[in-house]
């Protein structure tokens, strides 16, 4: 009597939620230089919607990176994020900490409010 040798199946990755869909999104504009080391997420409703508003810290070291975030600054509030079942209501910058010494360096808060499509 043969037996067959079990093949495993492969794992699935697990879904991504709209807060990483968000940081990737963020990440993306800011041309892959930054780093996102706050992220918080609370519940938002209003009379007729549900969301949830997103307050993100980024930090951009170095010349280029700073540039980059001076870029993604210009271009945040006019973005059109491509988020599934979620629309981006507000996006807006709310303080920039700019250094230039010893070595350029950026931190850039933004907030944003998604609100779930109906």
Known sequence: ???????????RSPRRTVAERLRAA???LAEGTADIPIHSETPWAS?????????LTL???????VAAGER??????????TLPR???ADAQVVAV???LSPDPHMTVRVEILLVEEC
């Open 1 to 11: 009597m043969s037996v067959e040798p079990m093949i495993p199946r492969p794992l």
């Open 26 to 28: 963020l990440l993306h």
């Open 47 to 55: 009379v007729t919607f549900a969301g949830t508003r997103h307050r």
């Open 59 to 65: 930090q951009f070291a170095g010349l280029d990176a």
């Open 72 to 81: 993604l600054i210009d271009a945040l509030p006019d973005h059109e994020f």
């Open 86 to 88: 979620h629309l981006v």
């Open 97 to 99: 900490d700019h250094r």
